[in-house]
């Protein structure tokens, strides 16, 4: 178990690459992948990790099992004091309690097991036990050999969601598994999940039968070992405590002491002899390691589905957006702008309209046009969404600081149109007007621009008024700026709806860095 450099970065960088994984889409099988997230940060960062770096720290063993099961009463018993909170109340463990030896302590009170948790002291006599979420209750006591600490874990079970994860957390920190049953309960689906994934991890683990009746003390250790046997597990250690007066009336006694004794010796063993505690430790240790082979390809293949489910919705916006910029352009093309009031103006332009008045009309049929390609952009991405199971996780609002679409659309329209009265006064200044104003050539060539066939008398006005070199000139620098106005309006909107996906950060080089990580990782174990 020395450590080895080139093992721990390989490690280390392997638990930077699981925790850039995202599952923010609601994917079938996302949840899941979450919690094994969660699973394999909280064991690289509690055990595994903390295990290579220190191979001579103390053992930790961590007392697990269903609500009501007696964990606690075990670890009180075993420690020969009252050090954990047990009672009828459920859940009663809410704090987790460390017990360790005086001489060991340094290894626990700083973080470098379950850095996630802040220390605090254990209550004085007559004092509360703290309940605070998110602490650790260290606790000194001669009662425990050096080299082993005890862990009284939360519920598996537990109603509290924060107490299942917090449990969960802890065994994948421990170094050895107690899990604890009881004769009625030893059947149930918790314990046998509990059993399970200790044997899939290959953890050092020990089974507690609690709370037996002597009368069927015999039958039950009989059918429970039957059980285990069958479950691959026969190998595991068995200990049997009968049911007595201090196990009821809410577990506040302490077991006798030759009731728990054969654990007790066989903790002190798997601690004070050599080759045993290095067993343990090894067996759990490379047992998490070889874990990583499926846990990790798991995690990778989750968000690899992650990042087909974001690209597919990113592509749907993508076409629906290009579609809306062919759709203005097409309407453009055809004179649809020309229409209406603005076709009014036209007609009266220049004697019963003014170039103030065309331009006005163009502009808001322009800024029409536009909200209109948005709105049916956003129609056809949301009859598109509804088939991605994934959809439902990405925000759709597109509505940015209070604007509105037809604010935004607005707000580009005005900019195309003091850049095109700018080019219109150019073309004026440098090819002379006539009788008319620059304002009225910028009104002539937004018709022109804006008017498809319709605008083709605009444009022979204008060989009028600049000539048909200046006409050209500006027809061709108009057009530039149309395109890139009407671009640069789709385009905003196109990346406000791919915002909330890009901020997911589900992109293809998370699976990619895992496999990496992974294969540069099982390379390292390879070679130790």
Known sequence: MEARTELLEALTVLRERVAAVRCALPLPGAE????????????????????LREPGAPLLAVVGGST????STLVNSLVGRRVSEAGVLRPTTRTPVLACHPEDRRWFADGR?????????????????????GTLVVECTHALPAGLALLDAPDVDSLVAANRELAAELLCAADVWVLVTTATRYADAVPWHLLRTAKEYDVTLATVLDRVPHQIAVDVSRQYAALLERAGLGDVPRFTIPELPESAGGGRGLLPTTAVEPLRAWLAHRAQDPSARGRAAYRTAWGALDSLRTRVPELAAAAAAQHAAAVRLMTHVEQAYDAAGERVRRQVAGGELLAGDTVAHWRGFPLDSSGEELLDACADGLAALLSGAVGGAEEQIARAWQKEPG????????????????????????????????????????????????????????????????????????????????TIRLRERGTELLETSV???????????????????????????????LSVLQKEQRER
Do not use: N
């Open 68 to 71: 009501g099961v007696g964990k």
């Open 113 to 133: 097991v379950l850095p996630g948790l802040t220390r605090c002291e254990a209550p004085q006599d007559g004092e509360e036990p703290a309940a605070e979420s």
């Open 391 to 470: 959809a439902s996780g990405v925000p759709t609002s597109v509505t940015a600081g209070g604007a509105t679409v037809a604010d935004r659309m607005g707000l580009v329209v005005r900019h195309w149109r003091r850049c095109l009265e700018e080019l219109a006064d150019e073309a004026f200044r440098a090819d002379g007007g006539g009788s008319y104003t620059a304002e009225e050539v910028a009104a002539l060539l937004s018709a022109a621009l804006l008017g498809g066939d319709r605008g083709q008398a605009a444009e022979e006005a204008l060989h009028k008024i600049i000539g048909v070199p200046g």
């Open 487 to 517: 671009h640069r309006a789709l385009r905003g909107e196109r990346a406000r709806r791919l915002a909330p996906l890009e901020e997911l950060d589900v992109g293809p080089e998370q699976q990619v860095e895992l496999i990496a990580a």
């Open 32 to 51: 899941r992948a979450r919690r094994s997230r969660a699973e394999l940060l909280a064991q690289l960062d509690d055990y595994l990790v903390p295990r």
